[in-house]
Each structure stands twice: as structure tokens, then as C-alpha cells.
T-cell receptor
Framework: NAGVTQTPKFRVLKTGQSMTLLCAQDMNHEYMYWYRQDPGMGLRLIHYSVGEGTTAKGEVPDGYNVSRLKKQNFLLGLESAAPSQTSVYFC???????????????FGPGTRLTVL | TQLLEQSPQFLSIQEGENLTVYCNSSSVFSSLQWYRQEPGEGPVLLVTVVTGGEVKKLKRLTFQFGDARKDSSLHITAAQPGDTGLYLCAGAMSGGSNYKLTFGKGTLLTVNP
């Protein structure tokens, strides 16, 4: 099993450009998450999904959109990139809190995005 | 508002030393998790603690959940260079919002040979 994969690994954008980050998981997890990680700020939740076709805003959703058309995929879009969106983006998935699960999250390797 | 405070923020020690990292909050959590993140990679789950007062051991790592489920600690015995990394605690709130985790900002540990 590949676990959680993210593409691309690195990307450089110019201000105003758009892009989509792809996250895929092969563990049949219901929940998926997008975080950004910045020095001194820790992991901050951007958007999340508790099931196929559903999405919700997290702590820092402005400037981002998401879609969960298939259970295994969670896409993060930047419509008009800004330098403030320079960060490392992590996708995660979990089974939630059913049974003996306590929402333990499995993370992808990250995407390093620079916006010039 | 930072719900989970981790201390210290940075820790640099010599191989063989012991250390403790703390994760504190004024909120009660239904469960608390510890993750380790190595440079250029995503966080990896180490342990989940659920019951107040619970102690779990993972080789040289000992995790404890506070009696009131508001705090946790991670103790490493005889640290090794391979323990180097960013240690993150994350809590699941009690009640209906337990599909999200609240992360601390992390403790960056460097173990020098």
C-alpha cells in the first residue's frame, strides 16, 4: 500500500497563477484533511472532508478551495496564488473515531510551494 | 488561541541523555496523540493515549496522559541521534468536533552524537 501520496512535491508559482494539489489515499479512509505548515506556526487546518462529496472549512480556509469527488482523492486549489501562501502543504487521512480509532491521521510527504 | 502548548520549543542534547517534552492545555481532550516529523517528510504517528493517567511505552519512549486529560508528556531515555526530529502533540476535543485534531507547535529535538 502506498498510504497517502501527494503531487507535486515541489512547485514555484508567480503571484496570481492558479494550481491544484492532488492527494490520494489507498486505505479506504473516510476523513481527509489539508494542512499548511509554516515556521513558528505549526500545522494549521485549511479544509477537511468527512466523506465523499462533503467538504468543510478549517482554521485558515481563505484563498483555497477543495473538492472530494472520489473517496480516495482530495484536491486543494489555489485560484490566485499570493506570496502569503508560500508554505509546505500536507494532506492527511484517517478512519475517524469509529470502533477503536481515535482519528489517528496518516500524512503524505508534503508539497513545498513557493509563490513569487 | 493556541489550545495546546508544547515546551520546550527547541531542545539540543548529547547522545545518551534523557529528556522530557511537555504538552499542556486548559481544555479536556478525549484522546491525545504524539507524532514525530523528520525533515522533508510528513508527521508519523507514535502513540495515542485515551485514558486519564495512562502510560504507554514504545521502546525508549514513555508517554503519559494527565489524570484530567488536559496534558501529556513524552520522556525519552538514553536519546540517540535517530531520535532527532520535530515532536508534535495533537488532541481530539471532547464532544462533537472530534473529527478534527488540534496540534501543538512542536518541539524540535536535536540529539548530537
Amino acid at each position: 500500500n502506498a498510504g497517502v501520496t501527494q503531487t507535486p512535491k515541489f512547485r514555484v508559482l508567480k503571484t496570481g497563477q492558479s494550481m491544484t494539489l492532488l492527494c490520494a489515499q489507498d486505505m479506504n479512509h473516510e476523513y481527509m484533511y489539508w494542512y499548511r505548515q509554516d515556521p513558528g506556526m505549526g500545522l494549521r487546518l485549511i479544509h477537511y472532508s468527512v466523506g465523499e462529496g462533503t467538504t468543510a472549512k478549517g482554521e485558515v480556509p481563505d484563498g483555497y478551495n477543495v473538492s472530494r469527488l472520489k473517496k480516495q482523492n482530495f484536491l486543494l486549489g489555489l485560484e490566485s496564488a499570493a506570496p502569503s501562501q508560500t508554505s509546505v502543504y500536507f494532506c492527511a487521512s484517517s478512519r475517524g473515531t469509529s470502533g477503536q480509532s481515535y482519528n489517528e491521521q496518516f500524512f503524505g510527504p508534503g508539497t513545498r510551494l513557493t509563490v513569487l | 488561541t493556541q489550545l495546546l502548548e508544547q515546551s520546550p520549543q527547541f531542545l539540543s542534547i548529547q547522545e545518551g541523555e534523557n529528556l522530557t517534552v511537555y504538552c499542556n492545555s486548559s481544555s479536556v481532550f478525549s484522546s491525545l496523540q504524539w507524532y514525530r516529523q523528520e525533515p522533508g517528510e510528513g508527521p508519523v504517528l507514535l502513540v495515542t493515549v485515551v485514558t486519564g493517567g495512562e502510560v504507554k511505552k514504545l521502546k525508549r519512549l514513555t508517554f503519559q496522559f494527565g489524570d484530567a486529560r488536559k496534558d501529556s508528556s513524552l520522556h525519552i531515555t538514553a536519546a540517540q541521534p535517530g531520535d532527532t526530529g520535530l515532536y508534535l502533540c495533537a488532541g481530539a476535543m471532547s464532544g462533537g468536533s472530534n473529527y478534527k485534531l488540534t496540534f501543538g507547535k512542536g518541539t524540535l529535538l536535536t540529539v548530537n552524537p
